[in-house]
C-alpha cells in the first residue's frame, strides 16, 4: 500500500502556487501570535534587501497554533515594511502555512520545511525561531549568502552570549561534537541555519523521521549529517541572541534532545568519527562571539546540593554506567563542601565518554541514562561557573578551549570503551 | 472599406507605426518615400492594422531623425512632395486605415526660419517665439533628459549673445508658449494638416511647453491650458479627429492630460511597458498588476495608448533605479545597447529571438485596456544593429524578401539611408515579409491572426478590466468586460508549464470558448476553475452565458 504523504492537499497546492524558487525561509511556529507579526517582517526586510531579484518563499510549518498565528504569518504584507524600511519588491514574496500537527514536534517541522525545499527546488534555504526576539534582516543574508553565493551547504550561526549562557553547548556539545567529528562548530544545534537544496534533499532521505516524537534533537543530527557527508560547512557571526521570555527551560528535556542526539548518532557515525584524530576550525564570517560579563546570579549552592544528591539516590543506575574508578572519583567530590568542590575536566570528560559507550551498549533504558546525568551536569556547571566568576571574555574562551582539548586528548578512550562493547 | 464614422474609432484602433524613410524605396535613391509608402498599404490592410501613425516627414536637418523641424507646412524633398503625401492618404483612407501624423509642438530645429529670425535680433518680431536668457540658471528645477550628449538645457547663441532654452538636444531650442502669437501659429500648422485629411496628431514631448521657475518644468498647469486650447479648437473646426500625447510621465501626473475627456483622446502609458519586460523577466506578475492598479480611472472617451517597442530606446525613465538596474541587467548586458536611461533594441532581439515570449507579450499587448500600436517590422521579429549610433539601430529598412536591399529599394546598397540588417539570424534574407507569407506558421501569420481575433470583438478597445488573483503569482489574468460580452485573459510569464486555479464563480455557468480555435472549455462552475499553461502560453476565452 502506498505510504501517505504527511503534506495536506492543501499546503500541496499553495506550493503549485508558489512554485521553483531561489531562497526558502522555513518558519516553525507554535502559538507565536505575539511576536511573530514584527519576525516576518524582519524576515521580509532580510529577504527583500539581501536578494531583491531572487524568487523567495516563507514556509510556515505551524504546530497547532491556536492563537492565530499562521494567519498572522500570512497577513503580513510587504507593504507595511516599505515605509519603514525604504525596502523594494520586484517581484511576489510568498508567505504561505501549513498546520503538520495539533502540537508542535521540531522533527515534524523540519521535515515539513525540507520537504518544501526539495519540492520547490530552493537553492538555499534558512530555518529561523520564532523565538528570537532581537532577530534583524541582516541575519537573513548572514546565513543564505554563503550558501547562496558561496557554495557552502550548512551555515550553523555563531551568537554574542552571557559566559554562563549556553553552558550545555560549551561544557558538553561542542567539545565533544569537535573532539568525535573534527569539525570547530559552535552551536551545532542552533534553531537558526542555513542550509543548500542539496543537503536538505539528503537529510530529507534519512530514515529519522520515524516517530516524530519531540526530544529527538532534529536539528543536531541534520548539523552532524552535513559533516558526514562532508558538506561544505560554515559558521556565521549573527550577534547577541535573546529569547523571548518563556519558562525555565528543562534541563532533562534539554539533554535529550542534544545528548541524547548526539548519542544516538554515534553508532551509525562510528565508521567516520572513529578515525579522526584532531578538529579542524570551520570557516567563520562576521567575526567572533564576545561573551557578556555582566554580573549574572547562579546559584551555586542548589547546583552542588543537586550533584550531591544525585550521585546518592542514583548510586545503583551509575554502576551500571560508569566504571568503578570514575563513579569512585565522583562520589569523592560529592563529599566535598562549596568552597571545596571542583569536577575536573578530566573526569567530566570520562564521565561524558562513559555515558556515551553505556548509551550504545543499552546497559539500561536509553532515556534513563540520559536523565542521570543531568545532576552530574549540574555539578560540572558548579565548577565552570566558579572557575569563571571572575574571568574575562579570553579567560572564559580560553577554559573552553582547554576543556575542548580534554575531549580530544581522551577521546582514545571513549575508542576503547566503544570496542569493548562490540 | 471605408472609414468608419465613429468618433471613439481610436479605441478600435491597431496603429502601426513607421517612418515613411524606412518603408519603401519607390524612386531608387536608396530612402524610403510616400510612394512606396502607397504601394505597401495592401501589407499593411492585410496586417489588420486600421491606422498609420508616421513619424516625422517634414523638411529638416535630420539630425534627429526629423524631431527637429525646419519647416512644418512641407514634405521633406527626400520622401516626395505635399502630393504625394496627398495620394498617400486617400489611398490610407480608401483601405479604412486612418493615418496619424507626428507634431512637434515643443521645439523646432535651429535651422528653422523662425529661429534664424529670433535669433538675429534682440528686436526680431519673432525674439520671443523661443525662450532667452541672459544666464544660463533660470529654471534649475527641470532635469536634463538627454543625458549622454547635454550638460545644460541652456545653450549659448554666439548669434544673439544669449542662451536659449532646450529640453533636448541643444539643435532644438524650445518654442515661447508664452507668446500667443506661437500658440496660433502652431494651430495654424496642425489646421493645415487636418484641413488636408490627416485623422490625428501624436504630440511630442507634451509635458514640457511651458516654463515657470521653481518647478521641474513639466506638467505645468500653464502647459495644459495651451493643450486644451488646441483639443478645443480640434473638435471645433475637425470633430472625430483625434490627439495623442507622448508625455513620459507615472500614471498620475499622466493623468491630467486626458482632462475630463477635454485635453487629449489618448496617451502613451509609459510606464507599463518596462513592467511588461520585467515581469516577463522575472515570471512574476506583480510589476504589471502593481502599475495598472496605480493607473487612474479616465474619462469615457479617453483610450490608453500601449506598446512593446517603438523607434526611442527602451525608455527605463519610469521605474526605480532598482528596477532599472534589473532590466539593465536582465536586457542590455553590454553597455552598447543602452542610451540615455533606456535600451537601443527591437523587440525580437529583446526576447532572445524567443517565438514564445513574442507571442505572450504581443497577446498582452492586444489584451490589456487601450489601443495597441505595433512598430514596424516587430511583426515580423526583426533585428536591431546596436553598432549604428543613437537610435538608428532599430530604424533599419524594412525587410520585404530576401532579394537586394531586402526588397526595400533598388538602390546601390552604399547608398541606403542605413544598411539593412545582415546578421545570420535577424537578416532579411532570414526575416522577410515574403518568406514569412509563405509559412502558414510564420509569426507575420500569427500576428494577422491576433490582430483579427482581437478586432473581432470591441471589448479589448473598450471594455473594463478585472484582474483575477489566482494564488500562482506567475499567472496574470483577467476580465475584460463590454456590456454583456466577457473574454478571459490568462497569461503565463513562466518558462515553465503551470497549474492554476482562478475564481470564476461570478461567471458561473459560463462557457469559455477559447477565442483562437472556437474550441469549447468545460462550463464554469462553483470548484476554482482549473486550468494548465504551456510555458508563455495564454488564453483568451469568450465567456458564453447560453
Redesign the interface.
Known sequence: MAEESFLTDDFL??L?????VDILVGLPTHNNAKTIGSIVQTIQSGILSGF??D?AVIINADGGSRDGTPDLVTGVSIDDLRPASKV?????L?AISTKYANSPSSVLALRTILAAAELLHAKACVVMSPESSNIEPGWISKLLSPIYREGFDLVTPTYSRHKFEGLLITNLLYPMSRALYGLRIREAYSPEFGFSGPLGTQFLGRNVWNDGTEGDGVELRFTLSAITGKYRICQSFLGEKKHVERRAADLVLALRQTVGALFSTLEPDFPVWSVVTASQPAPTTGGGQPSHLEPLRVNRKRLREMFSTGVSELESIFQSILSPDTLAELKRIAGMGEDEFYYPAELWVRTVYEFAASYQKSVISRDHIIQALAPLFRGRTFTFVTENRNASADEVENNIESLCLEFERLKPYLLQLWKSGE | MPLSRDVLWYKDAIIYQVHVRTFRDSNGDGIGDFQGLEEKLDYLQELGTNAIWLMPFFPSPLRDDGYDISDYNAVHSSYGTLEDFRKFLESAHERGIRVIIEMVLNHTSDQHPWFQESRSSQDNPRRDWYVWSDTDTRYKGARIIFLDTEKSNWAWDPVSKAFYWHRFFSHQPDLNYDNPAVREQMWNVMTFWLAMGVDGFRLDAVPYLVEREGTNCENLPETHEVLKELRRRLDEKFPGRMLLAEANQWPADLRPYFGDGDEFHMAFHFPLMPRMFMGLKLEDRKPITEILQQTPEIPPSCQWSLFLRNHDELTLEMVTDMERDYMYDSYAESKTMRLNLGIRRRLAPLLANDRRRMELMNGMLMSLPGTPIVYYGDEIGMGDNINLGDRNGVRTPMQWNGETNGGFSAAPPERLYAPLIQDPVYGYPAVNVLRQRSSEHSFLNWMERIITVRSSTAVFGRGSIEFLHPANHRILAYVRRLSNEAVLVVNNLSSTAQAVELDLRRYKGSIPIEMFGRNMFPRVGDLPYLLTLGPFQFYWFRLRRI
Open positions: 497546492r499553495q503549485i502556487n508558489v512554485g521553483e531583491p531579484r524568487r523594494e519588491a520586484l517581484r511576489t510568498h
